[in-house]
C-alpha cells in the first residue's frame, strides 16, 4: 500500500485510492515531521495534508489509481512544502459561496488557504499536483 523514498529532508509515498489510506497519509506526515524535529506547525500540516488527500480521493483519483504525496522540509528558507500529486483531470478551486452551516462539504481548500501561508496548483501529465507551504522561522 505505501512505497517510501526517505532523503534527508524529503519524503515521498504513493498511497491506493482508499479511504484507510487517510489516516496514513496522516502518520506519514506526521512522522516527516517528528523526525526533522519541526514540529511547531504541526496541527496546521497535518489538517491540510487530510483535506488534500481527501479532494484526491473524491475528486482526482480515477478508480484504480493512487496519488502521491511529498513533504518537503527547507531549513535554509524554513518552509514545509507539501504536495499531492494526483493523476485525474479536473479543475481545484474553493467553492464560490461558503458552505452552509449544514453543508457536509466544501470547506477543505477553505482550511488550507486560512492555514498554509501559500497554496496553489501545478499541472502535470497526467494530473495536477496541489501545493501548499508553512513558514518555520
Known sequence: MNETTQLSYFRAAFYCRERRSIPVVRRFARKALVEWECEQRADDVLLCVTELATNALRYGVPPGRGFKVHIHLERVEGTIRLELHDSGD??????????????EGGRGLLLVAALADTWGVEERNPGKTVWCEFSIV
Not at 479536473?90 to 453543508?103: F, H, I, L, S, Y
Open 90 to 103: 479536473g479543475e481545484v478551486r474553493p467553492a464560490q459561496d461558503p458552505p452552509g452551516p449544514d453543508d
